[in-house]
């Protein structure tokens, strides 16, 4: 989703007609964000979102109460939803965050640290805003205090070698233990296979830095592209299950959804 998201949670490339035009199709559409839930509440109630949601990079998937009957072996209660954790809930990512910068011996500052007057200078955004950047369930954003790129690749070397889950987000970056975008997908696509008793076509839509776990998780799919210039013929993706659209292409959602009414 974050594609379609501006930094306050504005609908971008016309998206919202997008997930109108699905749910007069009855096609679910299930949002994927490095966002928290508390961040996507006020976009899910303008677009009357009412699917499963994952969130966090791929630290859980929430579910709508009673939007299926059966019920995944291991869930836990988050706010208002039933969620799947498929990463460790906070404070794991806190104290991984923090034993990793000792370890590492390079400074970073989480954003639960910061005040509320800076948080907001930092995030870009109204104080109420920038404050629900900071509740996750899951992960914890963070930047580095002024470390240079060695120490900087020093930190994803270590992350790396001990499973944790890092992900840059522009200025930001993000700490996880556990997250993982397919098996978050699986785990959903089991619930709608065993709903329906049959299998739930998969279809993807993806950013660049996101299309390889996304897609790979999924039966088709689309890779989003800056621009025209952009297209690949060589990429991996460009096949008869996956192609490329530039993300401001005024015909994306006439595609997406040809794509989507001709897969079967």
């Not at 954790?85 to 639960?112: C, F, N, T, W, Y």
Request: aromatic share 8%; glycine share 6%; charged share 25%.
């Amino acid at each position: 989703m974050d594609p379609f998201l501006s930094s306050r949670g504005k609908f971008l490339h016309r998206f919202e007609s997008f997930q109108a035009e699905l749910d007069q199709l009855e096609i679910p559409c299930v949002w994927l964000s490095s966002r928290c839930r508390l961040q996507l509440d006020e976009p899910r109630r303008r677009a009357d979102h009412t699917e499963p949601f994952i969130a966090e990079d791929g630290c859980g998937v929430y579910l709508p109460e009673d939007y299926f009957h059966i019920k995944p072996a291991k869930t836990v209660r988050l706010g208002r939803f039933t969620c799947i954790p498929i990463a460790k809930q906070q404070p794991a990512a806190a104290e991984a965050l923090e034993s990793l910068a000792e370890e590492a011996k390079v400074p970073v500052v989480p954003l639960r640290s910061l005040s509320s007057r800076e948080l907001a200078q930092n995030v870009g955004l109204p104080k109420q805003e920038a404050e629900l950047a900071r509740q996750r369930d899951f992960d914890e954003p963070f930047f580095f205090a002024g470390s240079g790129n060695e120490d900087i690749v020093r930190f994803k070397a270590l992350a790396q070698q001990k499973g944790f889950s890092l992900r840059e987000q522009g200025v930001f970056w993000s700490m996880a233990v556990g997250a993982d975008i397919r098996r978050c997908i699986r785990e959903l696509g089991d619930l709608y296979n065993r709903s329906l008793r049959s299998h739930a076509n998969r279809f993807g839509i993806a950013a660049p830095h996101d299309s390889a776990s996304i897609l790979s998780a999924c039966d088709r799919g689309i890779r989003l592209t800056s621009n025209s210039k952009s297209l690949s013929q060589t990429s991996p993706q460009h096949s008869t299950r996956f192609s490329e659209i530039p993300v401001a292409a005024s015909d994306l959602w006439d595609k997406v959804v040809s794509s989507l009414t001709s897969f079967g």
